[in-house]
T-cell receptor, first 115, second 113 residues
């Protein structure tokens, strides 16, 4: 069965430091996509970064980078130079292969950035 | 440009009432998804449209849930005879054709009393 596991219910980081949020996944599909979304207290799900299973390089988007280790089936999110506005829930998600692009989600990690 | 919009943002219903939740996707986006997010959980897939065709409704929890997208743009999620367990945030997302990234609306928080 396809599954996303986020083992850190809550994380703390000092402002301006880097933080890594863990995500492991389970799938037998050779082709899939991995996503990270941010959900602030307002509730909207904000897209951060995407990694395709066949991408050779790790994805980066500004202060966000995805540490993709295919053999270990992990897709950790690294946030550099944390800002107070980064405090939110962070969800890892996977889209399996095929025409149906439904996302399978983890339980999320709550990140608190301390001043 | 305009993002995905959902209305209402908040809905309180008495048990047994019918509700209708609306989603306006990003203009031109072919795919539309509905998810249900219970408190403290990740979203759970409900249903998926490609244009007006509902290609997957495997996540709908019961026959009380019904979704439509008659003209391939706006979508409505209808819940009949609401139950307390239906209380959740209902998220709508859209994506361009043949692209993976889904863009979400602000959600509708449904509370069933």
């Amino acid at each position: 069965a396809q599954k996303i596991t986020q083992t850190q219910p809550g994380m703390f980081v000092q402002e301006k430091e880097a933080v890594t949020l863990d995500c492991t996944y389970d799938t037998s599909d050779p082709s899939y996509g991995l996503f990270w979304y941010k959900q602030p207290s307002s509730g909207e799900m904000i897209f951060l970064i995407y990694q395709g299973s066949y991408d050779q390089q790790n994805a980066t988007e500004g202060r966000y980078s995805l540490n993709f280790q295919k053999a270990r089936k992990s897709a950790n999110l690294v946030i550099s130079a944390s800002q107070l506005g980064d405090s939110a829930m962070y969800f890892c998600a996977m889209s399996p292969a095929g025409n149906n692009r439904k996302l399978i989600w983890g339980l999320g990690t709550s990140l608190a950035v301390n001043p | 440009g305009a993002g995905v919009s959902q209305s209402p943002r908040y809905k309180v219903a008495k048990r047994g009432q019918d509700v209708a939740l609306r989603c306006d996707p990003i203009s031109g986006h072919v795919s539309l998804f509905w998810y249900q997010q219970a408190l403290g959980q990740g979203p759970e897939f409900l249903t998926y449209f490609q244009n007006e065709a509902q290609l997957d409704k495997s996540g709908l929890p019961s026959d009380r849930f019904f979704a439509e997208r008659p003209e391939g743009s706006v979508s409505t999620l209808k819940i009949q005879r609401t139950q307390q367990e239906d209380s959740a945030v209902y998220l709508c997302a859209s994506s361009p054709h043949r692209q993976d990234t889904q863009y979400f609306g602000p959600g509708t928080r449904l509370t069933v009393l």
